[in-house]
């Protein structure tokens, strides 16, 4: 059902940001380096993929928001002045039916059991904690 819909919109935003990376060198346009928690937010996106990840980023938070809580982020950990932020990138988006964010890194891994409680949060693999990136 509905996270499986969650985790295919996720899959499909990973494509666009390999796309933007392959297309730029860089993942910057398609990611939001902060929390997207409702549909408002999904205009965040610049460049030549910001349509596409604006759809993407709507299907996800329409699909976490029927549950009452909706999330989604794409980004790093990395934040300031850091030059290697944007080379990197973990896609987390919480799924209603588990209660756990589904985690896409740029390394390949991913989750479907993501938390901020965990002894380091979101340290699961792919999750923006993953010290792998």
Avoid: H
């Amino acid at each position: 059902g509905r996270d499986t819909a969650i985790k295919n919109e996720e899959r499909q935003m990973r494509i666009l940001m390999q796309q933007s990376f392959s297309d730029t060198g860089t993942f910057a346009g398609v990611q939001t380096q902060s929390w997207i928690t409702g549909s408002g937010d999904c205009s965040v996106y610049v460049g030549t993929y910001a349509a596409q990840a604006k759809q993407i980023c709507l299907a996800i938070v329409s699909l976490s928001l029927s549950s009452g809580s909706g999330y989604l982020w794409s980004g790093t950990a990395l934040l300031g002045s850091d030059p290697n932020q944007n080379k990197y990138y973990s896609i987390m988006a919480y799924l209603p039916g588990k209660g756990a964010f589904f985690c896409m890194g740029s390394n390949g891994q991913n989750t479907d059991t993501g938390t901020a409680s965990s002894p380091t949060p979101w340290s699961q693999p792919g999750c923006y904690g993953d010290a792998n990136l």
